[in-house]
Structures are given as structure tokens and as C-alpha cells.
């Protein structure tokens, strides 16, 4: 039998709710094949493994690595927005030589599109190199942007569902506050992450799928002017005394102070303004057709790392791409990305697939204009029927210990380090 080789697993970009769920199903799977040796985890992504910083998985405790299904974020081994650019050569040459030291077989990346575009960059040089190195990608995104608009070959990615979850359950707290307090405040505008991607605020829509509250879902895809959506706001004041806004943070609405990551995207969280306040700040200016103001509501990472309100099945299913990205790698079957597909027919079924990672590489689905409505505010029946499966119908039940949260705590234990210090080229100054 070939001597076992080591497996590097790290996260990239955002984090999710269940993005650790794919961690563990990687470090348990990766205990029933005996090719694959040590599972190190590179701290902060790609730059962990630039700066020689893996932490031994394998060496940690059992029940520590079981928490990882109810932690969220990337906590216990980090992620980054380092972005392997082309002419950053000493870096991708730096990867390979950590690699070759630590005796590195197989590298499974979870993450976005770029992160897949990463993987297959570095595939790609190790094999110029002469380093047999397996790449695996596993897909995760709240956003839902990976892959293609026809969902042939991703449906879904693991950390959309809950996020979907979260707003779900906050539109449905938002309208009991709405209803109660409308004499004074008789319209709250929601911002909802996402970029210029669709299927975040589209979510609301699950808070009331029978269309009985006055919900007006404005994506950055159905983009109008201020003075139109006043408008529209003003006669649902008529109609109905109050007026739910959902909104995207990328809805046009004039300059925000543009910030972005080092992947390009724009930044939301951290620009001078926000799209919410911009609104609530128009409607107040122009009045309401009823007594009182416009009120703004801008939640924030807490959309991606609200534990609580995870979905089972988006739990379940970070889980299992973990597994078989491990499954991939060990069997020989690099250059690719798990992902899920759904079964035909009315009850949701998933299956799991690969798909080729210059494929996904950089990709960016779109939200489906014919899930728009057409009257440009809200969305339709067939993306309900789409996004409901993916909530699930149970809470995830959370370990407490005195009331509070039981997270899983890595043990700070390292591969032992064999080359010299390296700064990552983006870095130096």
C-alpha cells in the first residue's frame, strides 16, 4: 500500500452558519480512508498555508470536532479574502513548497467561486511542479451565487438555507412589530445582505408565503427610482395604514462610499451609507401617506452567524459535501467540486455530484428574472416552492452549558514548521 499523504483543508471568504459542518464531515470522513494521513486545517485560509500555520485536526478532541456542527462561523480555524492573483507567482510557489514539506497529498478548499478558481490554480502548478496533489473543492456561500442560472449544475450551496432561515423568522418578527407599533412607525425598511444577488431578501417572502402583510421585496435585479418606490410604499399606506420594506445593500440608490474586498466586491457593511438608511431617509423627506415615519432596520453578520435560527437540512447537507469532497480526493478524483443537485419531483430530494472547478471558477449565478414578479416588488410562487425545502421544518437544537452556547475549542496544537518565514506578497509593503 502507498505511504498515506497529509490532506490540507481551509475556508475562504465569508462565513456561514453550517461552513463548519463541512470542516467536521471532512476531518470524519477523512478517518476511514488510510491513504489519506494527518488532516491539517490552514489558519485564515490560504494565508495559513502561505505562512506555514496548520493546525493539527486529526490531533484534536473528538467532542471538540462533533461541536463543530452547532458552531458557526469560521471561529475555530479561520477564513480570509486573500486572493492568489496571477502575478503573484512567489506565493502560488510558496503553497507548493509547504505543501511538498508537510507531505501534502490532498487539498479540499471551501468557499465561493473564487476560492474554486484558487483551487484550481494551485492544482494546476502542482502538477507543473511534479507534486501529486488532489484539489477538491466544497461549495459555501450565503449568497447563493455559485454556479449556473439554469441550476444544472448547482442547485443550491451549503449556507444559503440558513440564512434564508434567519429571514424567514426576522420578516415574521418584523411584521408582529410593524403590526403592533404602525400608529408611529408605519413603515420599516429592512436591508438584507447579498450584494447584487437576489436570493437573500427573495427569502422574506417564506415570512408570509400567502401574501397576507403588506411585504413589498425590492432586489438589486428589478432596480427603480427613489421616487417610484415612494410611491409604492405611499399607496400601500393607503391601502393597508403600514408598509414592510425588504430591501438588497445593493438596490441603486446613488453613492454609498464604495468599499471592496481584495476578491473586488463591493463591501457593503463597510461603506459611508447604507441602502436602508438612504430610503427611510427619502421617505421621511418626501412623507408618508399616514401618521408617523419611516423607520430602518440594517441587520448584519449576525445573517450568517445566527446559530439559532440554522437549518436542519442545510446543516445536513454542509455535512455531507465534506464527506464527499473527502470521498473525491482519496479516490483519485481531483479537480472538481461536490455539489447538490436536485431530484425531480413535488418532494425535495438532494443528491451529491461534482461538477469541474474551472467550470465554477469565478462564476456567478444570477437570481432568475422569471422569479421576479412583474410587478417588480416581490417574487414569485415557484421560487417559494424552490427556497422552502431548504429551511426545513425543525430549530437546530444547540448544546448549553449554564445557559450559554457550547461551542467547539480547537486546541492550538501545529504542524511543527520546516521552512523559513514568508510574507505574503499582497502584504509586503
Keep these: 500500500m502507498a505511504k498515506a499523504r497529509n490532506l490540507v483543508v481551509a475556508q475562504s471568504g465569508g462565513p456561514t452558519a453550517v461552513i463548519n459542518n463541512s470542516l467536521r464531515g471532512v476531518v470524519e470522513a477523512a478517518r476511514e480512508f488510510p491513504q489519506i494521513g494527518t488532516v491539517y486545517g490552514a489558519k485564515h485560509g490560504i494565508e495559513g498555508v502561505l505562512k ?67 483551487a484550481h490554480k494551485i492544482a494546476k502548478l502542482a502538477a507543473e511542479r511534479g507534486l501529486d496533489l488532489i484539489a477538491v473543492g466544497i461549495p459555501k456561500t450565503i449568497d447563493n451565487d455559485v454556479g449556473d442560472s439554469e441550476f444544472k449544475l448547482v442547485d443550491h450551496t451549503p449556507g444559503y438555507g440558513s440564512v434564508a ?16 407599533s404602525c400608529p408611529a412607525d408605519p413603515v420599516l425598511v429592512l436591508q438584507a445582505m447579498g450584494r447584487k444577488i437576489g436570493f437573500i431578501p427573495a427569502a422574506a417572502r417564506l415570512a408570509d408565503p400567502h401574501r397576507e402583510c403588506p411585504l413589498h421585496i425590492y432586489l438589486a435585479e428589478a432596480p427603480i427610482p427613489l421616487e417610484q418606490l415612494a410611491d409604492q410604499v405611499n399607496d400601500e399606506l393607503k391601502r393597508s395604514g403600514r408598509c414592510l420594506v425588504v430591501i438588497s445593500e445593493g438596490f441603486e440608490v446613488g453613492d454609498l462610499g464604495k468599499v471592496t474586498d481584495a476578491f473586488g466586491h463591493q463591501m457593503y457593511g463597510s461603506s459611508k451609507a447604507t441602502v436602508a438608511q438612504v430610503v427611510v431617509n427619502y421617505l421621511n423627506s418626501v412623507g408618508l401617506k399616514a401618521k408617523g415615519a419611516a423607520r430602518g432596520n440594517v441587520p448584519g453578520t449576525d445573517q450568517r452567524h445566527s446559530m439559532a435560527y440554522a437549518s436542519v437540512v442545510d446543516l445536513d447537507e454542509a455535512y455531507q459535501v465534506g464527506q464527499k469532497a473527502v470521498e473525491l480526493a482519496a479516490n483519485g478524483e481531483g479537480g472538481y467540486m461536490v ?13 451529491l455530484d461534482k461538477v469541474p472547478l474551472q467550470v465554477v471558477a469565478n462564476s456567478e449565478r444570477k437570481f432568475p428574472k422569471e422569479w421576479i414578479a412583474p410587478n417588480g416588488r416581490d417574487v414569485t410562487d415557484d421560487f417559494i416552492r424552490y427556497a422552502q425545502p431548504l429551511v426545513g421544518e425543525e430549530m437546530v437544537n444547540l448544546p448549553l452549558v449554564g445557559g450559554r452556547h457550547r461551542l467547539a475549542r480547537l486546541q492550538p496544537i501545529y504542524a511543527e514548521k520546516k521552512l523559513p518565514p514568508y510574507v505574503p506578497q499582497a502584504d509586503r509593503k
Design 52 to 118: 506555514e500555520e496548520l493546525i493539527n485536526l486529526s490531533a484534536q478532541p473528538a467532542e471538540e470536532i462533533a461541536l463543530l456542527r452547532y458552531t458557526p462561523a469560521a471561529g475555530s480555524i479561520g477564513t480570509c479574502r486573500y486572493k492568489l492573483k496571477e502575478n503573484q507567482r512567489e506565493d502560488f510557489e510558496r503553497v507548493i513548497e509547504v505543501f511538498k514539506a508537510h507531505n501534502v497529498g490532498y487539498f479540499l478548499y471551501i468557499g465561493g467561486n473564487d476560492s474554486m478558481d484558487t
Design 165 to 180: 432561515r434567519y429571514w424567514m423568522h426576522m420578516v415574521q418578527y418584523a411584521e408582529e412589530e410593524n403590526r403592533g
Design 339 to 351: 455539489t447538490i443537485l436536485r431530484e425531480p419531483g413535488t418532494v425535495y430530494r438532494a443528491r
